[in-house]
Each structure stands twice: as C-alpha cells, then as structure tokens.
C-alpha cells in the first residue's frame, strides 16, 4: 500500500505564494500517478491539477491555470504544488491523491485515485 503524508498549508495574504508537499511511502510503483483536489464544507471535491509518472504531462483545472504549478520529484517520492497569485477563492482544505498503473486512468476525476493524503489546510485573506 501506499502511505501519503502532506506538508506546507498554512495562513497567507491574498496575492502570497504557499509550496504544498506530498510525500509517498510504502509500495510505489514506476508508473504512477499523482493529483491534487481540494474542497471546502459543503461543495464537492474539486480537482486542481495532476502529473503523469514521468513528469512529462501535467493538468489544471482552469480556475489554477497560470497561478499554480505541480511537479514531482521520483528520487524523493514527492509531489508539489506551487501556488502563486492566491486568491480567497483558493481557501479549502488541499488533498494529495496516487494511482499506480496510471497510464489511460483520468486523473482528473478524484474517482481513479486508490490513495489519499490526509488534507491541508490553506487559507487565504482578502
């Protein structure tokens, strides 16, 4: 199984930057692939943007475009999520998902995840 520990939320002015970290342990496996989806009481989870296992292809969801940029890490097992120009719009609690065997899997839908990390909190004031 895979084990998904989040970092990096945190209090922040509207127009501040925050580094979101997620770190896997346990079974990985090379073709993986990782998300980050957020959500705020009473709304569903939405999806903010994900990585392919290599890197090489990356999506967002079009309220992020421009202002946020996930990357990862494979020596280190670590998925990030840099987040610039933040708004109060942006204020949820942030989740880490994983999928092993990836590849053709949707990662834009929180439904194709088998992993998830605790959540974050990340608060922005106006």
């Known amino acids: 199984q895979v084990q998904l520990v989040e970092s990096g939320g945190g209090l922040v002015q509207a127009g501040g930057s925050l580094r979101l970290s997620c770190a896997a342990s346990?079974?990985?496996?090379?073709?993986?692939?990782m998300g980050w989806f957020r959500q705020v009481p009473g709304k569903e989870r939405e999806f903010v943007a994900a990585i392919t296992w290599g890197g090489g292809s990356t999506y967002y969801a079009d309220s992020v475009k421009g202002r946020f940029t996930i990357s990862r890490d494979n020596a280190k097992k670590t998925v990030y999520l840099q987040m610039n120009s933040l708004k109060p719009e942006d204020t949820a609690v942030y989740y880490c998902?994983?999928?092993?065997?990836?590849?053709?899997?949707?990662?834009?839908?929180?439904?194709?995840?088998?992993?998830w990390g605790q959540g974050t909190q990340v608060t922005v004031s106006s």
């Open positions: 998902a994983a999928v092993p065997d990836s590849y053709g899997r949707r990662l834009g839908y929180s439904y194709e995840y088998d992993y």
């Open positions: 346990g079974r990985t496996l090379s073709s993986y692939g």
